[in-house]
């Protein structure tokens, strides 16, 4: 069987506002033979659930800081309730979704970052053949970042990070970052313009800059780990909107200005 891998990251920025057709728009992708798996995010609930047991919720460069308690928090939050609650919005919308997350068939494989930071992975392999396996039967998989290192310690992994070397691995069609902005901002005088494409080099330099801060740095990090293979580019979008997978919006990280995007095709409509 021939797979069309299309790798879809939420950001948990726009889970609670994420546009009702979206659900469907990707059961209609796998109708199409694209192959979409969706990795989700989770960070602002995380923190929320954190601070109501009394924990703190601190980051170093957009990472959690993720001790034993963390980790409970983190597993239980993001392979627990939100991946629940995602993969149930997708089966009630006829799209047929299994939930699962980077532990699962050892599909993200990791070693510890940094001692500093606990329980956080950062990705060494990617270990896909459970994805095959769920889109052979005709499933979306729905992936809570959480990975395993070669003792079987689990570990919490940004999601933007794990969706970048998903997308490398697979060679993907697409990288599709769904979160809260229409896309990437950029200052121009005493306003900001949205970008319609950007290169890894512009990137960089909006990176150095200080025009792209925060939770954007993982992003577009990501999007360059993706962009190693991905044919169709790396998309930036806004999930809030209908249609967001149709790839007319959002900002578009190609690899050279000058090139044509070879974009698949995806209809939504
Ligand atoms: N240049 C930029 N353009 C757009 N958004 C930016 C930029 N720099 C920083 N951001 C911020 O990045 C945020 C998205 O990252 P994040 O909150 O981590 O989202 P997610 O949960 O979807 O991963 C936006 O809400 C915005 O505040
Ligand atoms: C190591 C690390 O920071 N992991 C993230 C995992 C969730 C995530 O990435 O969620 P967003 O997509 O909403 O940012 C965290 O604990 O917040």
Not at 178 to 206: A, F, Y
Not at 212 to 222: E, Q, Y
């Amino acid at each position: 069987m021939g797979f069309r891998p299309l790798v879809i990251k939420i950001g948990g920025s726009v889970l609670e506002n994420l546009h009702p057709s979206f659900f469907r728009e990707c059961g209609q992708l796998m109708e199409q033979g694209i192959h979409p798996v969706v990795i989700h995010g989770g960070g602002p609930e995380i923190s929320r659930v954190q601070k109501r047991w009394g924990l703190s919720a601190r980051f170093v460069d957009g990472l959690r800081i993720t001790d034993d308690e963390g980790l409970k928090v983190v597993e239980m939050v993001l392979a627990g309730r939100i991946n629940k609650s995602l993969t149930a919005r997708f089966c009630a919308s006829q799209a047929s979704a299994v939930g699962i997350s980077g532990v699962d068939g050892g599909l993200l494989e990791v070693e510890q970052k940094d001692p500093a930071l606990g329980w956080v992975g950062e990705v060494t392999a990617v270990h896909p053949r459970l994805l095959y396996s769920l889109w052979e039967s005709g499933w979306i998989p729905v992936v809570a970042s959480l990975g395993l290192d070669g003792s079987g310690n689990r570990y919490n992994v940004n999601a933007d990070t794990a969706a970048g070397a998903i997308a490398r691995e697979l060679a993907a069609e697409r990288l599709i970052l769904v979160t809260d902005v229409p896309g990437i901002w950029k200052r121009e005088g005493n306003s900001r313009k949205l970008l319609s494409r950007v290169t890894p080099e512009e990137v960089r330099e909006m990176i150095q800059s200080g025009e792209i801060v925060g939770g954007m740095i993982p992003k577009v990090r990501a999007a360059l780990t993706g962009l190693e293979t991905a044919a169709g580019g790396v998309l930036i979008t806004d999930g809030s909107i209908p249609g967001c997978l149709g790839g007319e919006m959002g900002t578009r990280i190609v690899k050279e200005a000058t090139t044509d995007d070879v974009v698949p095709h995806l209809s939504t409509k």
